[in-house]
């Protein structure tokens, strides 16, 4: 069993930066794969990122791959997402989650945190 807090969430304006932070408990977190997704009001849940158990293997979604990042610090059981260039259209409840294998399909993860969500206003 793993539990996933996120944080890190809130109202900044477009342009601006945010960190998120992912943190876990629960044993062996250092061997799970952890995902970013968000979800837009009346939108599907959509795949941000992921990191591999070690941190050596990063993927991101097209859109965002030149502006966010994907990091882990597994003596802290904690994975960020680092945003920069925030746009409004950014504007989403963001999740962590984590399985044994990388996928960017939000069905394959089996552990989510409850969500932080990030504004972005023009």
């Known amino acids: 069993q793993v539990q996933l807090v996120e944080s890190g969430g809130g109202l900044v304006q477009a342009g601006g930066s945010l960190r998120l932070s992912c943190a876990a408990s629960?044993?062996?977190?250092?061997?799970?794969?952890v995902a970013w997704f968000r979800q837009a009001p009346g939108k599907e849940r959509e795949f941000v990122a992921t990191?591999?158990?070690?941190?050596?293997?990063?993927y991101y979604a097209d859109s965002m791959k030149e502006r966010f990042t994907v990091s882990r610090d597994n003596a802290k059981n904690t994975v960020f997402l680092q945003m920069n260039a925030l746009k409004p259209e950014d504007t989403a409840v963001y999740y962590c989650?984590?399985?044994?294998?990388?996928?960017?399909?939000?069905?394959?993860?089996?552990?989510w945190g409850q969500g932080t969500q990030v504004t972005v206003f023009s």
């Open positions: 989650a984590a399985r044994g294998q990388m996928s960017s399909r939000s069905s394959a993860y089996q552990y």
């Open positions: 990191i591999s158990w070690n941190g050596a293997i990063t």
């Open positions: 629960g044993r062996s977190f250092s061997t799970y794969n």
